[in-house]
């Protein structure tokens, strides 16, 4: 099983800053394979990054995503106060066929 | 639209059965996975299954498999999630998500709303 592992758990920040979250893991993952979601309280996530790099549609470019191998990083340009959110990693292969990383709280 | 439409909050006793469902609309339903994923109070998301509704070929996360039984009515484009006896455990947030698989990669777009399950005697 391919274990992601994100840190940091909870990151606290302010509108306007930068913010970069890692997702770690157990084996390399193909670089196709990584999406990143972010969710909010009460409501479904949301597809932010698919391909490790790959904006899904209307999501702003101040959200991107690079990486490859076992290490794979969200970056949030300058954070506006609805980014405020968990945001998960998730990886297609092996069995499970999909695993989540365990969630990085981005809070003010 | 692409959209998948859940049905309701639930509340039952442990022992009881239970069948959810996601209704999907805007789209091909039999040529795309439908992925269901867990969400316990607090927690984070867990992969349960996926099946594809032109077949029913469906997959488990071993942490589920024999716990659930995932399955999809193509005629009606819904995809089911069912348990023949409810734990307290199994008390949760479920969304049901359709994948994605292309050269570009594998993942869920869009998801369901979610159907809470509360297990409690």
């Known amino acids: 099983e391919i274990v992601l592992t994100q840190s940091p758990g909870t990151l606290s920040l302010s509108p306007g800053e930068r913010a970069t979250l890692s997702c770690r893991a157990s084996?390399?993952?193909?670089?196709?394979?990584l999406a990143w979601y972010q969710q909010k309280p009460g409501q479904a996530p949301r597809l932010l990054i698919y391909?490790?790099?790959s904006r899904a549609t209307g999501i702003p470019d101040r959200f991107s995503g690079s990486g490859s191998g076992t290490d794979f990083t969200l970056t949030i340009s300058r954070l506006e106060p609805e980014d405020f959110a968990v945001y998960y990693c998730q990886q297609f292969g092996g069995s499970p066929m999909y695993t989540f990383g365990q969630g990085t709280k981005l809070e003010i | 639209e692409v959209q998948l439409v859940q049905s309701g909050a639930e509340v039952k006793k442990p022992g009881e059965s239970l069948k959810i469902s996601c209704q999907a609309s805007?789209?091909?339903?039999?040529?795309?996975?439908i992925g269901w994923v867990r969400q316990m109070p607090g927690k984070g998301l867990e992969w349960m299954g996926i099946i594809y509704p032109g077949d029913s070929d469906t997959r488990y996360s071993p942490s589920f498999q024999g716990q659930v039984t995932i399955s999809a009515d193509k005629s009606i484009s819904t995809a089911y999630l069912q348990w023949s006896s409810l734990k307290t455990s199994d008390t949760a947030m479920y969304y049901c998500?359709?994948?994605?698989?292309?050269?570009?990669?594998?993942?869920?777009?869009?998801w369901g709303q979610g159907t809470l399950v509360t297990v409690s005697s």
């Open positions: 998500a359709r994948e994605r698989a292309t050269p570009s990669g594998n993942w869920f777009d869009p």
């Open positions: 391909g490790a790099s």
């Open positions: 084996q390399s993952v193909y670089s196709s394979y």
């Open positions: 805007g789209y091909s339903f039999s040529n795309y996975w």
